[in-house]
């Protein structure tokens, strides 16, 4: 394989510490207590690597992410804007975001976001009922009152914050209070993630024949009132599939960005880095050995697609994208599922159907495009 029958570069996420200063029960980070720290030379050789690779052939998304971003100091990622601006001298290429859970946001902070215009996405899970019972502090605390008073402050100064709420078991029976919670909160751009079985996180509360017709009903209900406020909440688990069943279907061959490789590149706090799904960075299996494909400083992109490593990666990954082409109606809107989930729930990534896909991908198109349905039918 060349380097030009690789990426696009989509998505580059770097993780300036593997450290969490909360401690959420359904985690997946396997080295989140670790308070390693990028080192500014490693920061470096990260984005030579990335502009030297090939792979910058589009405007593409910085995610700072894979611990608690803002555990370093805001400097950091002034030092970052500034690398940054040799490379992307226009500001153009690349998009800046933080995942975070905004417990850490002050006014600096605040600051910092609007000087370099990055986008900020903050983890929050709902009402205290619901988000104090799985992000709590290591002493076992709630954390929903430092989460709000860091949305508050970001919305005070006028920073735009899409959230991303995991939901469990639990919040399934909740729709009608979340979506309270995010009006009450001036949150009008929403994401769901579900509970998954991921790294560390060996079980998920969403488990079981009947949580799939569960989650159907709860998705079914929050878009019924989120669609029709006035404006209209913005629901990620909405616009996508919609926009799925109204584009371009994926054909044979193809691949979306968490299978093909190098649309993703993941560099840890040691300048080890990875493609396709993010959170195999930092782990690794008996057949593969670690996921981590080289390091910045000492590997080129031609030298680890020349590995064995990663062929043998790319292959099982392949193949599994193939079995899901073959054997799944839903696979021209989908494209196979991310292959870190294959490999948590099942093994290995030559395989098909996953707890994440039966919710996250097959139940959000159907109700998705029910809801598509019925509003061209009353328009």
Request: charged share 25%; hydrophobic share 40%; glycine share 8%.
């Amino acid at each position: 394989m060349q380097t030009g029958d690789v990426g696009p570069l989509e998505l580059l996420v770097i993780q300036p510490t593997p450290f969490c200063n909360i401690h959420c029960s359904y985690c997946y980070l396997p080295n989140r207590q670790s308070t390693r720290r990028m080192a500014r030379d490693t920061l470096e050789r990260a984005f030579e690597w990335v502009f030297s690779s090939g792979l910058v052939r589009r405007p593409f998304t910085l995610l700072w992410h894979a611990g608690e971003p803002m555990v370093v100091p805001p400097s950091f990622y002034d030092d970052a804007a500034a690398i940054l601006a040799r490379y992307d001298s226009t500001g153009d290429l690349v998009t800046q975001s933080f995942q975070t859970n905004a417990t850490l946001i002050t006014p600096e902070w605040c600051e910092l976001i609007r000087r370099h215009r990055i986008r900020v996405g903050v983890s929050v899970d709902g009402p205290a009922f619901l988000h104090d019972a799985r992000r709590r502090t290591r002493s076992g605390q709630g954390t929903l009152a430092r989460v709000l008073k860091g949305i508050r402050l970001l919305r005070d100064a006028e920073i735009h914050v899409h959230v991303i709420t995991v939901l469990t078991a639990d919040s399934l029976s909740y729709p009608d209070e979340l979506l309270d919670f995010y009006l009450e909160n001036g949150l009008d751009d929403i994401a769901f993630n579900v509970e998954e079985i991921e790294g560390p996180n060996k079980t998920s509360s969403l488990q079981g024949i009947e949580m799939q017709e569960r989650f159907r009903r709860f998705l079914d209900r929050f878009l019924d009132l989120a669609l029709h406020m006035d404006p209209p909440l913005r629901v990620r688990e909405f616009e996508c599939p919609a926009a799925s069943a109204l584009g371009k279907r994926i054909g044979a061959g193809e691949r979306v960005q968490e299978s093909k490789p190098f649309a993703i590149v993941n560099v840890g706090c040691d300048g080890e880095l990875s493609t396709y799904s993010p959170e195999l960075l930092g782990l690794s299996s008996p057949r593969h050995g670690g996921f981590a494909l080289g390091n910045v400083a000492t590997d080129s992109l031609p030298s680890v697609l020349a590995s064995p490593r990663f062929q043998a990666l790319d292959d099982e990954i392949a193949r599994g994208v193939e079995m899901c082409r073959q054997q799944c109606r839903y696979f021209a809107f989908c494209g196979g599922g991310p292959p870190g989930n294959k490999f948590f729930e099942n093994g290995t990534f030559a395989s098909t159907e996953t707890l994440f896909c039966r919710l996250h991908k097959q139940a959000c198109f159907d109700v998705a495009l029910d809801h598509l349905e019925r509003s061209t039918v009353q328009a």
